[in-house]
């Protein structure tokens, strides 16, 4: 009972959910309509889908006139959430904002669906947050038996995470360029969504080399196959600050050579909700910062233990 009660309203979750609004309010702060909306096969600027739950989205509810309007009440749908201010009010905001946008408009990535999913399981989680700051200490009054739920959900988005990297796992292993360590070579010259023009001409260098092609494409089956294993079966400490780190590291890589900067962002936020708790390599400075002025804190704020002590009940 004392893991299942603890309350999940701590600084690690605050500054997840910031990381996962970081990603939405990007795409939708960037990207005006004309490119969210964009459909060669359409004059106008029109959602990719609007059938089914899609029809709730912001952008089928707006009419075509208003569809800017509504990209930027989305983005202020996300400002909350960044900020980290009444969790209990701002994260079915920023639930809504990556609903719409994965929803209803064109080149989303697979981030953006996992964004969705995480946003609105969090929402529910926050429904029992009563701060109006995310970064004051979290409330122990409450019953513990009310963070239950809570838990429940961290564990079913365990699951969810696991089966990602399974599945991105097994898919590559059974398509036979993947299998015969060769699929990164294609990936590395394809124009559309292969690497980035600054290191193309160095990685296709590095590829031409057997060996090295064979290891990095083999690499990445094999690191997603360990980051399945470790999201369920990480509990302590440093195991779960090692799948945060690999993660972290896969996707940085990912980032850099393919541009999928957001998905970077979005899968981190996704980690850290999971695999990193208040205690774990604290920023300590950064923390009695972000916690000044709460009366909450009292003399505990003077020492750093007295701090651990405090995020981890």
Known sequence: MSVWGRSPHGFQL?????VLALSTFL????NP???LLHDPSLVDATPSSCTGIASAGAFCLAPPDLAELARWLLVAMCVPTLLGVMPAASAPLHAYAAFSLASNT?????GDYLETTVSVVL?????TDRRWNGWRPRDTALPRRRNIPAHVLFLALKAQLAYVYLEAATVKQAHPIWADG???????QQPNFGARSEVRELLEWVLSHGTLLHAATWGVIV??????????????????????????TLHLVFS?????VTFEISMLGAMLVLMWRSGDALPWRFFRLARHGSDECGDRSSHPGALLQSTEK
Do not use: N
């Open 27 to 30: 795409v939708l702060l960037l």
């Open 182 to 188: 060769s699929a990164l070579w294609y990936w590395v």
């Open 223 to 248: 690191t997603e196959y360990v980051l399945a294993v470790s999201v369920l079966a990480a509990r302590r400490r440093t195991p779960r600050l090692l799948t945060l780190g690999v993660s972290a």
């Open 256 to 260: 850099l050579v393919l541009g999928l």
């Open 33 to 35: 309509t004309s490119v």
């Open 14 to 18: 605050t500054l997840a959910r910031s």
């Open 123 to 127: 929402a529910v989680v926050c429904c």
């Open 106 to 110: 064109v080149g989303i990535e697979g």
